[in-house]
């Protein structure tokens, strides 16, 4: 079990003393899929299967199988994605990516927050927003709820807006949160951490479509010195300890810049991964927490946010213990 190794005990430790913004989450496309004995409802897809359907939606005009595309191309994924662009433009492309992610999912809220039947499919997803959150206050009729005060930042490379949607659950997102993405950005308050969406994303609600970092100009300029996905994850990896929840570690210059602060004294990185990407982690020089299966990663980041808590704080609401102050924490704002 991950309780007695070595990396859950470092970053058990690390989290425990960990002052107010010192952490940091990166969130990758695992972070939605079902984990354990959950039924889902809806589809959600990894990175390789997002492009699988990408290549379905334009197969009639592609001249090249989908598994000789990803032998020819690897992780070198805006290659295989201008393949996929071909004569299309951008918009066109983001409104089939659009098509797929939320081909299934309800999307009628009029606030734009996820669904709870999709939380209760992605244990994973929603074992995150808690572990970004807190609660604020109690009054006669429900819960109010605030950011998590060590959680300084998030990072995803996915386009969905589920992490986003899905704290809107628990009020005041606007008040907590400023979405970062490289086509808009604006100064957060000092009230505000960031959500970066290093590569855009597209809305949960109907609204409007957003730009993505899809084809290899995009690409290109946002992984440019000065480009806004280095720029971002250069001052994460160096400010915030992170903990990876989702990722694979494929994309070229992420791994390039964890190796470049390998070593380096300040920070230290944590990613909850199963054995096959134990020595990935090691490599790059952050610290693995490994689990037997993806559904035990929900474990861990309860685990760690509990261990940590003050007995004044879940006392304070009247609650037995750690664990019911974070199982009212799954429930959201409801009395």
Known sequence: MFHDSEGFIQLQC????????????????????????????????????????LYLENRKRLTISFSALCKKYKNDWPGMAEVLVGSLNARKLVEQIDKIIHNDIPRGDKDGR?????????????????????????????????GNPKIGIVITPNYDFFFGAGWTRYQGFKRQW??????????????????????????YRFSKKKDLVLTQASYDAAYAPMGFARRTLNEAVRKYNLIFVGTSFSDPPLCEILQQVRGQEGVRHFAIVTSAMVKTAKKLGICPIEVNGYAQIKDVLKHIYCDAMDIRTWQRFGFEDHQTYWERLRLGPAK
């Open 14 to 53: 690390a989290y425990k003393e960990a002052e107010r913004n010192s952490f940091g989450l990166y969130l990758g496309a695992g972070v939605n899929l079902p984990a354990g004995e959950v039924r889902p409802r809806y589809k959600t897809y990894s990175w390789i299967q997002l492009l699988e359907a």
């Open 114 to 146: 996820l669904s709870k039947r999709f939380l209760e499919q992605a244990p994973t997803l929603h074992a995150v927003i808690c572990f970004s959150a807190k609660i604020r206050e109690r009054t006669q009729t429900s819960w109010a709820f605030e």
């Open 178 to 203: 400023k979405v970062q993405t490289p086509f808009s950005l604006e100064e957060p308050n000092a009230r505000q951490r960031t959500i970066n969406y290093i590569h855009g994303y597209i809305p």
